[in-house]
């Protein structure tokens, strides 16, 4: 099965930035999406960045976009979301996910991350 790992969080100042990193292990599978979600105390898990292979194109939430950008290292099995001009409301734990073109998804364990001054 593949394991995701996220790393990066912490405590950041307002208009900080941080990036997050999720590393793969195990076995190598066809995806039909990579993506980060966040989720906040009291809140529903939400997407904040995905990347669709079906089409080709990378999506954020409105709520991050101009602000977060994911990417990928292929040959470290990393992703990354690069976090820019952090607000307070961006504090939640930050899970990526891995989802197979069968729709099974894969999630790290999530990494806190806390914007306050």
């Known amino acids: 099965q593949l394991h995701l790992v996220e790393s990066g969080g912490g405590l950041v100042q307002p208009g900080g930035s941080l990036r997050l990193s999720c590393a793969a292990s195990g076995f190598t599978l066809n995806y039909y999406a990579i993506a980060w979600f966040r989720q906040a105390p009291g809140k529903e898990r939400e997407a904040v960045s995905c990347f669709s292979t079906s089409d080709g194109m990378t999506y954020y939430a409105d709520s991050v976009k101009g602000r977060f950008a994911i990417s990928r290292d292929n040959a470290k099995r990393t992703m990354y979301l690069q976090m820019n001009s952090l607000k307070p409301e961006d504090t939640a734990v930050y899970y990526c996910?891995?989802?197979?073109?069968?729709?099974?998804?894969?999630w790290g364990q999530g990494t806190q991350v806390t914007v306050s001054s």
């Open positions: 996910n891995k989802r197979t073109i069968s729709r099974v998804d894969y």
